[in-house]
């Protein structure tokens, strides 16, 4: 937790008030904070500032605004990918609001499984984008939206994703070329499930204006493939 | 799991033997193998193959080898990587493994806790290599190295690993400059702990031959950061 991110309604007051048990414990425990410390503070879908310590008490925090500080600039990218795994849920989210991803779609896919779509770790979507933005020092929060259905997604969705200075990039173990990398544009890239899409999804895929490419010859875990990939990509 | 890893032993005779109850969990609930399907299978240390099931028994399975299959090369590349926190040591083994690190050494540092040198994880490093090169498709167990004191390895071990057209570099939020992209050389890439490397420790290192960059104005947890960097840095 690199900058400790408030709901508005937290900031209304002259003193704004930390008290979530859990940003409470990291100040306490791990930066075993003091009156008078400055600390870094975000405002969600706000601004971010260096404030002062001015109240510790057993249930909040209160700090004052020092003054405005940048926040980091998002990667002009969506990031689409297949319903991971539930526990591969949480990690994914972070990892790509830290790195900075503007936009993310869940879809379905074949090799999802359907219970995937159950897990009650869909519900804490939230919790895991602050963490990220808390790690990265970002607070605004990106876009995500699910969708259950692979085909109307692709058809109907996808293509008003891409333009000419604005392709999408499939990762495919078997295409025939390597992903581009240092580029100067937006884009889309497009993930598949553990086993990959299935022959069908990539030509439907192609068939609706993407582009396949590999990543080389190792077989990539999901979250590793979307840090590796936004590496290669954005420089 | 896209190879199973078999110990050399265990390819001692015409019918090889895959009896690790991880790996017949994996291949009867993930793949529900039945004999004649092929199945990719590596050598620890030696070549990888396509193979046949010729039979599945209760605690064991065994396949023949139809034919040689390629390796994905290395990355000619050395991380040194601060300690991580023990459930973090996992993933950065995996992930590392699978990403094509030739060489892997694990330092102390300042804001390292000492407690993390006794994790009964460092005696499963053996496991998490398996699981990176079973992700992987690879066969060969890169180097890993364990310095606990950080002075004399940054004074006497690393630069032996540095020459001119392998450089080390520091990933460093404070530098000036932006960490290079697309190199076409071998390299050693350097990364602190969490809550970054101390101004002495930073210091010691350029004094010893090490080129500070950084990552751009996001703070990365070092997992993520090691992917990202790979794929920024090879391509």
Redesign the interface.
Known sequence: M?IVLLEPKDTAQAEWRIHSARQLSHLHKQLNIQVDDTLKVGIRNGKRYLTRIVAIEEQEIRVTPIQQE?C??KLPVTLIVAMPRPKVLRRLIM?SV???VERICLTHSYRVDKSYWQTPFLQQLDDYITLGLE????TIVPDIQLYKRFKPFVEDVLPSLIAPLRPAFVAHPYAET?MP??IEHPCSIIIGPEGGFIPYEVDLLIKNGCQAYHL??????TE?AV??????LF?
């Open positions: 690199n940048a980091p600039a990892d830290t790195l900075g790690q990265a020092g970002d390597a990398h240092a080389g010859s190792r077989i990539l875990r590793t840090s590796y990939l936004l590496g290669r420089v």
